[in-house]
């Protein structure tokens, strides 16, 4: 259809207009513009796809996934040739693939003479970088899932390390000044990180080599942050507090995922915001709730949180994007022995904390999943079941209509 202008055998699928129009770049005449190698068209993700621009041909790509699946769709109008592969996982490089799909295709054609050679690890001759230009890109960074720190390292290069929950773990060490202005693997020249600013605000932009590998994108990964206002005491007295997910559908791609738990800590060199999971940072917005604190273009500003405090038997729940989550500390713990864990009545779920040992399920109205204690799934029914939980203590969860029962049979490892 998109090869022959709206056309798909014979029935016309849209306007030959509307095809170009989807063909047109959409950031041409920006001020300013952070990643100019992406020029985005009206659905596509690029008019001009990188991998296939940086061989002189016309391309437009849309990619696409979730947590199950990756997927990537090129066509080349010029060339009347396109590839669209999908697969189970996000894992497997649908990009790489589909552009060496396309590029052995061109090649066999004889479009291109022969294939494009990946970029190969090169080091570089650092610049001697002075002190200004490393304090102009050190600070704290934060985006939806990471936050960063950029300090100064030996022969004024820069570190950068990511936020663990425990501490800083470096991922770049002693990266030096390169001819473009990033600071660069001094081992690899492809890998880089540099400073952008417009209107105020400033972004870490790393570089790295893209899907086949012949040549490199660059993507603003973290806004940098100042310190805020103290916390309210609400919200300091909520720090170091645990929370699970109560009102997701058994099936949801959240708990497949293990994301049931929410946690609130803080980061020293982030005074006055708050983090959730170890991850994005927000700001407080009185003692009730929090905004949204960052504005980076694309990827890593996306996913962005925020969380309304609601006040339920003398407990803080919390509602995060119309995820409720319960208080982790009021949950019952089940001791060994048979109980009735019931759903709730406006059909949350049922949470229990259950010991190490052998847990039972029955009640064939209701499905259940356990947790170990770092959210990982050990076993999930909708049916009765058994499972056994070998260390510590985890988290058993029932599912069903609102009132529905199950009998939780928990007893030692035998």
């Known amino acids: 259809m998109f090869l022959n202008e709206g056309m798909f055998e014979g029935v016309r699928v849209l306007s030959a207009e509307s095809v170009r129009a989807m063909a047109q770049n959409q950031t041409a005449g920006q001020s300013w ?15 001009a796809a990188p991998g296939l621009q940086a061989e002189g041909l ?34 497997y490089g649908a990009g790489a693939l589909a552009e060496r799909i396309l590029l052995n295709a061109l090649v066999e054609r004889g479009t291109l003479r022969s294939m494009p050679q990946p ?76 400073r952008e600013e417009a209107e105020g605000v400033v972004w870490l932009v790393r570089r790295f080599r893209a899907n086949y590998g012949h040549y490199t994108l ?16 609400a919200w300091q007295n909520r720090l170091g507090q645990n929370w699970l997910l109560v009102n ?8 497949a995922m293990g994301d049931i738990g929410l946690r609130l800590s803080s980061v020293p060199e982030l005074p006055g915001w708050i983090v959730l999971n170890d991850a994005q ?19 890593w500003g996306r996913d962005l949180l925020q969380l309304q405090v609601e006040r339920r038997n003398n407990s803080d729940w919390l509602n995060m994007n119309g995820q409720r989550f319960e208080p982790r500390d009021t949950i019952p ?9 019931a759903v709730r009545p406006n059909g949350d779920t049922a949470w229990r904390r259950v010991p190490a040992g052998q847990v039972q399920i029955r009640g064939v109205q209701t499905s259940w999943k356990l947790y170990d204690n770092e959210y ?10 058994e499972a056994k939980l070998t260390n510590g203590h985890g988290w058993l969860g029932i599912w069903g209509e609102p009132n529905a029962a199950a009998s939780v049979s928990v007893s030692a490892l035998t």
């Open 119 to 194: 970029l190969v690890r090169s080091s570089g001759q650092p610049h001697s970088a002075m002190a200004g230009e490393v304090a102009a890109i050190s600070g704290v960074y934060g985006s939806y899932d990471s936050i960063l720190r950029v300090t100064a390292a030996q022969n004024n290069g820069i570190d950068v390390a990511q936020w663990s929950g425990h501490g800083w773990r470096n991922i770049a060490a002693k990266w030096q000044l390169d001819s473009d202005g990033s600071f660069v693997d001094p081992n690899d020249t492809s890998l880089g990180y540099r």
């Open 248 to 255: 997701e559908d058994w099936s949801s791609v959240a708990l």
């Open 218 to 233: 660059a993507f603003p990964v973290g806004q940098r942050l100042s310190a805020a206002p103290a916390l309210p005491d």
């Open 33 to 47: 513009y952070p990643f100019p190698q992406l020029q985005f068209g009206l659905g596509w993700d690029s008019v």
């Open 376 to 385: 990982r799934l050990v076993a999930e029914a909708e049916t009765d079941g």
């Open 281 to 299: 940072p927000v700001l407080p917005d009185g003692s009730a709730r929090t905004r949204m604190g960052l504005t980076i273009p694309v990827n």
């Open 333 to 341: 713990e089940l001791s060994a022995g048979v109980h009735v864990v």
């Open 58 to 91: 016309r391309c437009w790509e849309k990619n696409g996934g979730t947590a199950f699946y990756g997927s990537d769709f090129f066509v080349m109008p010029d060339e009347k040739l396109a590839v669209m592969i999908t697969g189970a996982s996000n894992t």
